[in-house]
């Protein structure tokens, strides 16, 4: 079965530390992955898509298929960087897209 | 610049109750998705609809039906509401040629008592 897995409810980083949030997958196919974030008071928005391989506002993310993981991480965490994060998976055969459960950063001053 | 639009925004029912939730994008994208947002549990996909006048069920289906009614709407129906469905609901569209990414209403909050 198709899954998406955020080990981390929640995750507490001090500013300037680096941040690595978790994602892993379970899909026959291949995929395509994504971060998506939500801000406080904000509309869900996209981060960052694996097949562009960019970085954004700091982060980056890398599509592992030997350990089925889509990792994000930021060397230097900042205090806008608090948020809810979610990872998702888009089907390769169809237009499903499903996301894990999420994970809180907080980041502490 | 309205993007993806639900209504209502806010919706509190008694069980056995039954409402629509509304979205329109104008955006001219294909494809559109119900989610609901619970704590804990994330975003989990309701129903999805790649293009006019199809629709397909996501991972929690049960309790909803959908209606493509057109390319700009997707509409989301309990027909029995119960307290299981207080959730936030969130409704997004996405262009199939080019970024598979998805574009995000700003939510409505159910509550069933």
């Known amino acids: 079965a198709q899954r998406v897995t955020q080990p981390e409810k929640l995750l507490s980083v001090f500013k300037g530390a680096p941040v690595e949030l978790k994602c892993n997958y379970s899909y026959s196919g291949s995929p395509e992955l994504f971060w998506y974030v939500q801000y406080s008071r904000q509309r869900l928005q996209l981060l960052l898509r694996h097949i562009s391989r960019e970085s954004i506002k700091g982060f980056t993310a890398d599509l592992n298929k030997g350990e089925t993981s889509f990792h994000l991480k930021k060397p230097f965490a900042q205090e806008e960087d608090s948020a809810m994060y979610y990872c998702?998976?888009?089907?390769?055969?169809?237009?499903?897209?499903?996301f894990g459960k999420g994970t809180r950063l907080h980041i502490l001053p | 610049n309205a993007g993806v639009t639900q209504t209502p925004k806010f919706q509190v029912l008694k069980t056995g109750q039954s409402m629509t939730l509304q979205c329109a994008q104008d955006m001219n994208h294909n494809s559109m998705y119900w989610y609901r947002q619970d704590p804990g549990m994330g975003l989990r996909l309701i129903y999805y609809s790649a293009s006019e006048g199809t629709t397909d069920k996501g991972e929690v289906p049960n309790g909803y039906n959908v209606s493509r009614l057109n390319k700009r709407e997707f509409s989301l129906r309990l027909e029995s509401a119960a307290p299981s469905q207080t959730s936030v609901y969130f409704c997004?569209?996405?262009?199939?040629?080019?970024?598979?990414?998805?574009?995000f209403g700003a939510g409505s909050r159910l509550t069933v008592l």
């Open positions: 998702a998976l888009s089907h390769d055969r169809d237009d499903k897209i499903i």
């Open positions: 997004a569209s996405m262009s199939t040629r080019g970024a598979n990414v998805l574009t």
